[in-house]
Every structure is written in structure tokens, then in C-alpha cells.
């Protein structure tokens, strides 16, 4: 290294505290703190290649502190990516520009996660370190030898998220896991006394981590603990003791330097102390051609990674994993033959799983998992070993009664590539997973949720885990495909689906209880299209009845016996609202005639249906404990209660 380390990370200060002041808006604090610390890790430790940012065996590296996004914006820049430009740090945080509030994977190569809900930047790193070395045992050190880096800061240790992703990452022993910890005991309140007592050393090391310490300004105290951190076989917490603000005379060490621009005075102080002389956006030569030598540093060591993948027998398969390609030939399969000719009568969560064994048996990528409820969600197949510290080519993750921890942690995992993760829980809980599911729709990651006891259908577990407003509320989150199938030949559907998916996560809403097989022909993927007629009305046609999950067979039942009554019925089978709304005009008409009574039966909340339906028979109350069938009951889902109120509709409607 030719200049000094500190010429170098001023130059990430500047840009930082230029481009927050520029757009009055952004964090100063967080990048001049970490500046120096990212700066060795940057020129001296990580290994990149801004000419090839997705270089499959590069490290990884999670901003957790997502707020402080100047710091990576500056970074990739500085390093030689070709975006962003300067341009387009000058429009930091303005509409169109990538460099925006938050870092965001969408915008810009060299982010390998969108960050700035404090806490789930640390927990994705876990699920990359866990990727990483699961494809390391696949396809050995060849192939996949690389680290995981990410700086957090005091709100991401924080977080109760961090609990669970420290607990997981220490279980499984994640040795190329290390995260570097901006301890400035600063948040935005002010000091970290104000709310924290926490021996977070102490309580890294009883998880199993190693922790480490430096002075976050002093570079050969940065450079030893990292040296430190590389030789121990455990993840470790870089303890970097830093300054917030660093090079701001009179704000630095202060929460004024955390979210606002420093101001002109401010900011001209801190160029005098930095003995910085440029203009703003401006980068003196040698600096950035430092910069830019550094981030050259592993074009060497890609060239022979490059060489050895040429020469595995191994390249192929390795690569369509890298690219998430699925196996030519999947879409052909025996199991949906054999689902025609046997019709099953079993729960979706049963069927879920009948639908992995074959999955499984041809998709080598996919990792399963649960939050403590294996036999529950039904989410392991026979062939599956566990994913452990000793052996990290399992492709099952006990992961623990962690609901937040393992959907962050399947985030990192899809957001690595080379596999394809799916972790269950009940529906109940998917509120403890919702912000990484929100971040998974975000970042368009190929996550599968297996959610099971969907409804009261569950039964005696009573109303604390009785879905009621999930379903309705998970459809609510953008680029979310929420699957509820109706029996096993939609489950192994929404499941096919669900993988084909390569730019969002899915959603499978599954029953505790059994279901009838309601589909006996072997036709088409017809989930693919949302919604589709399952019975048409043999009587002229009056009703249009549409049900998800297990409410089809209660809508089936209701249309047979309305069709006694010489009142015409279809039955629209709707699995996922999304897929549905995104067919043409001609084809939801079809569906959901004009001249119909549409009639929604979903054992959840009825908000929402109104899009699509006349009268909503649903439940907009909490549960009860008892049988599920007597829940039905009391609840009127069966077509005794709800043939009536259809009656009453139609009568209504011919009053008018
Ligand atoms: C889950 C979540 N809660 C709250 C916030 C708002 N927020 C952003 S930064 C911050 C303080 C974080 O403190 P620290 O990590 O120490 O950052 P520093 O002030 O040192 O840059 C808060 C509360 C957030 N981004 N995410
Ligand atoms: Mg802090």
C-alpha cells in the first residue's frame, strides 16, 4: 500500500459527509466512524473483483448497518465498480439515483443485501456463512472458499433478531463468519447508558463466538484483530472501538452526527481537520488510483479460481446452481401421475411434504428447515441429514425455536445462490418472521415458507395459534406469492411454482387437518393461473362460489347442495390472489362474471375479499379451542350455515 490508509478512508469520510450535506438528508456518523476499519478490511482483506461483481467465490459483505449506505456506495465506487458513479453519489437519496437512502441489492452489484432494519443485515450474513460452507462441502475448496464480513452496529446487537442469529451462528459454528461491531456507544437517542448495560463480549463468547478487540482508528490494531478473527476457527465479533463522526471537530462522538448532515460550518471544519482540500465529489488522483490498485488486488486469485472451475468436472452442475437454474426436465413428473391415479385424502402439510420427497429427490439445492416444528410443518423428507458443524453438506437446518433468526438466515441463503432454502413454522408465527419476510419480497429472493395449521382448522390449540389475519395480511406484502392449495395435487402445484419463481419468495398456507383430493385428472399446472373453475354449475348459473385451502371442499359441498335447490353454482378454486390478478381481463371475467353472485369462503379474515366477491363468508373474530370440526361448525363454515345466507342473497338481489 503506497498512501496512507487514513488518506484513504478521508476519502470515504468526504464523500460521506459531502453527499449527506448535498441531499440534506442521510448518515454521516456511521461512515466516518467505520471508515478506517472498512477501509483496511476493503484494500487489504476482502476479496472481490469490482470487474466481475458476481464472481461466485468472492467474499461477502453485509452493510448490517444499513443506514450508514455512504459508506458503501464510497467503497464500491473508490474500489472500482462501475457503479455508482460519481453522478450518481451527487444524487444520493433522490429518486432514480442507486445510491439510495438505504443500501438496496436491486441497485447496484456489490450489495449483497438490502439492509436498514437494524438486525437483519448481521442475520443474512449468518445465512450466506451457512451457504457458503454447505457448497463448500459440496463442491470443495476449489470451487467455494470464501468469507462472510459484515459491519453492524450497536442497533443490530441490539435487536432481539441478534439473539437468534448470534445463537445459530455460534451453534453451527460458522468459523468464515465476521462481523465487524461499530462500537461507538452511540445510537440515536444519544449514549448507549441511556438503554444498555449488556456485556455483549460475554454474551457473543457464551454462544460460542470469539471476540476480539481494537482501536477502530489505529490500523495495525485493526489489521491484528483481523488477523485474529481469520486464524479462529469460530465466528468471531470484531469489537472495533470507534468514534461516530470521526474528523467532525465539534459533532464527532455526539448522536448530532448519526442522521443529519453535518451543515456547511461543520463540514468545512471537518475538511480542515481532515486536511482535506478537494471539492466536494472531487478525489485527488493518487487517492483513487490507490484505490483503484486495490481494488484490483484479487484479479490474480480469480484468474486461478476461474482455472480450476474450467477444469472441474463439477463446472456445470456448480454454475446452474450459482444461476439458480433449475434441472432441464423437472416440469416432468411421475408424482403428479401417480397423485391422478391415487388420489390422496390428506392434510396440505402431508401433502407438502409428498411433494418434497420428489422435489427433493431432483433438486440437490434445496435446503430444508423448521423453527422446531419438523413434524409439524412436515418440512424434512426421508433422504435429508442434517445440515451441522461437522457435516455442513446436510440439507436440513434445525434451526431452533428461531422464527425471525431462520427466515433472515434463508434470506442470506438465496441471496448467496447455490441453493434454495425453505424453513417452516405455524402461520400463527409467521408474524415472527414477517419483517424477513417483507425483506424477501424486498429483495426478490427465492425463499419458500412452509406454513402450516393455517386455520381453526387446527383445532384444540385454541385462538393463540389459530391463524385468522394472516393469510390477508401476508397477501398484502408486494412480490409475496401467497399459496393456500386446497389438496394435495394444487399443494404439489403451488410447490412447482414456488421453485420456478426465481425473483421472489412464496408463501405455502398448509392445513393440519386432511383435505379430499378434489382434483382427480391430470391436466396442467392450473394453480399457475391463481384461480381456476373447478366445478361449473349444472343448473343455470346463478352463484360463483370461490374458496381457498380447506374451505374448497366446504364450497363444493355448499354447491351441491344449492344445485338441489335448482340454483346454478361454480366453484373457483383460488390458491394465490397475486398470480390471479396478474391474467387478463378476459380471463378473471370469465371467471367472475358480471351477471354471478360471487360468494368468498375462507376461514379468515374478510377483508379484502370484497376485490373479487358479493358477500364474504369468513371469520373476523379469534378462535376457539376445540375439534376442528366443531369449529367449522360453530364458525359456519359448513354448507348447512352458509346455503341459507346465499339464499337470502339471491332474494336480496332479485328485490333490487
Ligand atoms: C428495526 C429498526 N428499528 C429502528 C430503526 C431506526 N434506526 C436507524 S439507525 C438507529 C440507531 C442505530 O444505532 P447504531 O446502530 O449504534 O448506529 P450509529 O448511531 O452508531 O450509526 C435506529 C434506531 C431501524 N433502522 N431499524
Ligand atoms: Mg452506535
Avoid at 159 to 170: C, D, K, R
Avoid at 408 to 429: D, E, Q, R, S
Avoid at 597 to 616: C, F, P, Q
Amino acid at each position: 500500500m503506497s498512501a496512507d490508509p487514513r488518506l484513504l478512508a478521508n476519502a470515504i469520510r468526504a464523500l460521506s459527509m459531502d453527499a449527506v450535506q448535498a441531499a440534506n438528508s442521510g448518515h454521516p456518523g456511521m461512515p466516518m466512524g467505520m471508515a478506517d476499519a472498512a477501509t483496511i478490511l476493503f484494500t487489504e482483506y476482502l476479496k472481490f473483483d469490482p470487474q466481475d461483481p458476481d464472481w461466485h467465490d468472492r467474499d461477502r459483505f453485509v452493510l448490517s448497518a444499513g443506514h450508514g449506505s455512504m459508506l458503501i456506495y464510497s467503497l464500491l465506487h473508490l474500489t472500482g465498480y462501475a457503479n455508482p458513479t460519481m453522478a450518481e453519489i451527487r444524487n444520493f437519496r433522490q429518486l432514480n439515483s442507486p445510491c439510495a437512502g438505504h443500501p438496496e441489492n436491486f441497485m447496484l452489484k456489490g450489495i449483497e443485501a438490502t439492509t436498514g432494519p437494524l438486525g437483519q443485515g448481521f442475520a443474512m450474513a449468518v445465512g450466506m456463512a451457512i451457504a457458503e460452507r454447505h457448497l463448500n462441502a459440496v463442491f470443495g475448496d476449489d470451487l467455494v472458499d470464501h468469507r462472510t464480513w459484515a459491519i453492524a452496529g450497536d442497533g443490530c446487537l441490539m435487536e432481539g433478531i441478534n439473539h437468534e442469529a448470534v445463537g445459530l451462528a455460534g451453534h453451527l459454528q460458522l468459523g468464515r463468519l465476521n462481523v465487524l461491531w461499530d462500537n461507538n456507544r452511540i445510537t440515536i437517542d444519544g449514549s448507549t447508558d441511556l438503554s444498555t448495560s449488556e456485556d455483549i463480549p460475554a454474551r457473543y463468547r457464551a454462544s460460542g463466538w470469539h471476540v476480539v478487540s481494537c482501536d477502530g482508528h489505529d490500523f495495525a490494531s485493526i489489521r491484528r484483530a483481523l488477523d485474529e478473527a481469520i486464524a479462529d476457527p469460530r465466528p468471531s465479533l470484531i469489537d472495533c472501538r470507534t468514534i461516530i463522526g470521526w474528523g467532525a471537530p465539534n459533532k464527532q462522538g455526539t448522536a448530532a452526527t448519526h442522521g443529519a448532515a453535518l451543515g456547511v460550518d461543520e463540514v468545512a471544519a471537518a475538511r480542515k481537520q481532515l486536511v482535506w482540500d478537494s471539492e466536494p465529489f472531487d478525489l485527488p488522483e493518487p487517492i483513487l488510483t490507490t484505490w483503484r490498485r486495490a481494488g484490483g488486488r484479487s484479479v490474480g486469485v480469480h484468474e486461478q479460481w476461474r482455472a480450476r472451475l474450467a477444469a472441474s468436472p463439477q463446472r456445470e452442475e456448480f454454475v446452474r446452481r450459482m444461476e439458480g437454474r433449475l434441472p432441464e426436465g423437472m416440469a416432468k413428473s411421475d408424482y403428479m401421475d401417480w397423485l391422478a391415479a391415487n388420489p390422496q385424502k390428506v392434510a396440505t402439510r402431508k401433502a407438502s411434504e409428498l411433494a418434497l420427497e420428489a422435489i427433493n429427490a431432483v433438486l440437490p439445492e434445496t435446503i430444508g428447515g423448521s423453527a422446531d416444528l419438523t413434524g409439524s410443518n412436515n418440512t424434512k423428507t426421508k433422504a435429508q441429514k442434517p445440515l451441522t458443524k461437522e457435516d455442513y453438506s446436510g440439507r436440513y437446518i434445525y434451526y431452533g425455536i428461531r422464527e425471525f433468526g431462520m427466515a433472515a438466515a434463508m434470506n442470506g441463503m438465496a441471496l448467496h445462490g447455490g441453493v434454495i432454502p425453505y424453513g417452516g413454522t405455524f402461520l400463527v408465527f409467521s408474524d415472527y418472521c414477517r419483517p424477513a419476510i417483507r425483506l424477501s419480497a424486498l429483495q426478490g429472493a427465492r425463499v419458500v415458507y412452509v406454513m402450516t395449521h393455517d386455520s381453526i382448522g387446527l383445532g384444540e390449540d385454541g385462538p393463540t395459534h389459530q391463524p385468522v389475519e394472516h393469510v390477508m395480511s401476508l397477501r398484502m406484502i408486494p412480490n409475496l406469492a401467497v399459496y393456500r392449495p386446497a389438496d394435495a395435487v394444487e399443494t404439489a402445484e403451488c410447490w412447482a411454482l414456488a421453485l420456478e419463481r426465481r425473483d421472489g419468495p412464496s408463501l405455502l398456507c398448509l392445513t393440519r387437518q386432511n383435505l379430499p383430493q378434489v382434483r382427480t385428472e391430470r391436466t396442467d399446472n392450473l394453480s399457475a393461473r391463481g384461480a381456476y373453475r373447478l366445478r361449473t354449475a349444472s343448473a343455470v348459473r346463478r352463484v360463483v362460489l370461490l374458496g381457498t385451502g380447506s374451505e374448497v371442499e366446504v364450497a363444493l359441498a355448499t354447491a351441491a347442495a344449492l344445485e338441489g335447490q335448482g340454483i346454478g353454482v361454480d366453484v373457483v378454486s383460488m390458491p394465490c390472489w397475486s398470480l390471479f390478478d396478474a391474467q387478463d381481463a378476459d380471463y378473471r371475467k370469465d371467471l367472475l362474471p358480471a351477471d354471478a353472485l360471487k360468494v368468498s369462503i375462507e376461514a379468515g379474515t374478510t377483508l379484502g375479499w370484497e376485490r373479487y366477491a358479493d358477500l364474504s363468508i369468513g371469520l373476523d373474530r379469534f378462535g376457539a379451542s376445540a375439534p376442528a370440526e366443531d369449529l367449522f361448525r360453530r364458525f359456519g363454515f359448513t354448507a348447512e350455515a352458509i346455503v341459507p345466507r346465499i339464499v337470502a342473497a339471491l332474494e336480496a338481489q332479485g328485490d333490487q
